[in-house]
């Protein structure tokens, strides 16, 4: 089974509007952190977000946020008011520190493009 | 600089040919790990190093895969006779002794590995 399930290959976002990325992930970890990350066409994995299991409040990093429905193993990232430089894949990633150690599980990923 | 980095930021080599990557940590970070990105795919752990402790293998997909690392500093990634299977990104991230899983993984560029 997917550990991380990313199901929008690809979404489009006109310019100043919010776009939400879907992730599903699973795990039998009661302890885990949840990542996005963002990899630009030239290449380099930029860290977005971290969510972790335990948190009481969804986290936000500037435009960045994420809705995370721990019932329903999701953790989508919200990006507000994009901009024609937010256009790149987008990669949720999990740790189980007592199943998998430090490793992180990526999912397949979504290709943002915003339009002006 | 202050981010990780990798070289050659691109290889190309012919089929049975061994090569070597190698990958510079934020200095600090005792943890290490590489990650293999074939094209349009989310990230494929390989490797993880922590201090001296033994490095966790398990993501190695042949025995034609090693990789070293001295202390808390350089690591090589080394594939023996390549195959054109190998044809990937080759991603190296490092970070912070781990707290918990909250620590977060920076990523280098990549070495681009193309095997004719």
């Known amino acids: 089974a997917q550990k991380i399930t990313q199901t929008q290959p690809g979404m489009f976002v006109q310019e100043k509007e919010a776009v939400t990325l879907d992730c599903t992930y699973d795990?039998?970890?009661?302890?885990?952190?949840l990542f996005w990350y963002k990899q630009p066409s030239s290449g380099e994995m930029i860290f977005l977000i971290y969510q972790g299991s335990y948190d009481q409040q969804n986290a936000t990093e500037g435009r960045y946020s994420l809705n995370f429905q721990k019932a329903r193993k999701s953790a989508n990232l919200v990006i507000s008011a994009s901009q024609l430089g937010d256009s790149a894949m987008y990669f949720c990633a999990m740790r189980e520190p007592t199943l998998g150690g430090s490793r992180l599980t990526f999912g397949e990923g979504t290709q943002l493009t915003v339009n002006p | 600089g202050a981010g990780v980095s990798q070289s050659p930021s691109n290889k190309v080599t012919e089929k049975g040919k061994d090569v070597e990557l190698r990958c510079d940590p934020i200095s600090g970070h005792t943890a290490l790990y590489w990650y293999r990105q074939r094209l349009g795919q989310g990230l494929e752990f390989l490797i993880y190093?922590?201090?001296?402790?033994?490095?966790?293998k398990s993501g190695l997909p042949s025995d034609r895969f090693s990789a070293e690392r001295t202390g808390e500093s350089v690591s090589t990634l080394t594939i023996q006779r390549t195959q054109q299977e190998d044809s990937a990104v080759y991603l190296c991230?490092?970070?912070?002794?781990?707290?918990?899983?909250?620590?977060?993984?920076?990523f280098g560029p990549g070495t681009r590995l193309l095997v004719l």
């Open positions: 795990t039998s970890d009661p302890s885990y952190g």
């Open positions: 190093f922590q201090g001296n402790s033994a490095p966790d």
């Open positions: 991230a490092s970070s912070r002794a781990p707290q918990g899983g909250r620590e977060t993984q920076y």
